[in-house]
């Protein structure tokens, strides 16, 4: 009976070594070899306040304003406009920016969100670059908690820093609302990040992040997943680069129009993590220097 067993858990070790190797070449072979940083012809422009096409900026020229906050927005018609009242009353009421205007990227295809919020960040004109959902869970005045966060960081390696919002403070009492299944799937989920890419960060998923203009530019041009894993490569790539990153607690409310579907979507990103980790490992995906968009 013992020998049974132990060839059984040979064979088992043997499958599972199999399957590995097998998924590590699937995902050398189907993987990009550098993220696709084009950009289309009528995706250059916005339009002015007279209907005007004018080009959009480079993050690669110098700044000129102190923050840009870049929302991406996918039929966000009935919570966009909330989180924008809020947005652009804080910053009006801060001399030290102010609203200026409003910038609309129209994009050709859909990107997925880590793709739209590229190209944001890639026409921004600010110091500092702050991302942040459209659904306003996160009430916009705690940018101020990430930007002290982010000076407590100084001196910045080749002026790169990160600040990340976190709800990991929040983590107890959302279990209390959670079904158990909802949150088995939560705790695999940051098993998998922790096991398979970013160590350090609890919660790499909150969509309010504060970066130095340098390290937007780094992390982004290396950024190959566009859709709901990208927070994670951004920071695994962050961590490579070993940009300094800063966890910070916001406040965040739940609201209600989420297209995560809970069982697909994280089953998605669980496959997305571990092509992550293998497609670095296996040498499919390098990290490269900044370059500019084509």
């Not at 480079?58 to 000129?64: A, E, F, K, R």
């Not at 659904?135 to 966060?149: Q, S």
């Not at 979507?265 to 500019?292: H, N, P, V």
Request: hydrophobic share 45%; with cysteine.
């Amino acid at each position: 009976m013992a020998l049974l067993l132990l060839q059984l858990a040979v064979l088992g070790a043997a499958l599972a070594a199999a399957a590995l190797v097998l998924i590590s070449v699937v995902a050398f072979i189907t993987a990009t070899k550098m993220p696709a940083l084009h950009r289309h012809e009528e995706e250059k422009f916005f339009l002015n306040a007279k209907g005007q096409k004018e080009t959009l900026p480079s993050i690669w020229d110098l700044p000129t304003k102190q923050l840009s906050v870049v929302v991406p927005s996918y039929n966000e018609e009935k919570r966009l406009p909330v989180m924008m009242d809020e947005a652009l009353s804080y910053l009006e009421k801060r001399q030290k920016y102010g609203s200026d205007k409003v910038r609309v990227i129209t994009l050709v295809k859909n990107r997925g969100k880590g793709g739209a919020i590229r190209m944001g960040i890639f026409s921004s004109r600010g110091e500092k670059i702050l991302m942040a959902d459209a659904d306003g869970a996160t009430k916009f005045p705690d940018v101020e908690k990430l930007e002290k966060g982010l000076n407590d960081l100084q001196p910045w390696p080749n002026q790169m820093a990160i600040a990340c919002g976190s709800r990991a403070h929040l983590e107890k009492e959302s279990i209390a609302q959670r079904s158990y299944f909802r949150t088995l799937l939560m705790y695999g989920f940051h098993f998998l990040v922790w096991f398979l890419c970013v160590k350090g960060i609890r919660d790499t998923q909150c969509g309010f992040k504060l970066f130095t203009r340098e390290a937007a530019s780094q992390t982004f041009s290396s950024l190959h997943v566009e859709r709901w894993a990208f927070d994670v490569e951004l920071l695994y790539i962050a961590q490579c680069f070993k940009i300094p990153i800063a966890e910070i607690a916001v406040n965040w409310t739940e609201i209600e129009g989420s297209k995560l579907v809970p069982f697909w979507s994280w089953l998605q990103m669980g496959k997305d993590l571990l092509f992550i980790r293998l497609r670095y490992m296996t040498g499919a995906w390098r990290l490269e220097q900044t370059r500019k968009m084509n």
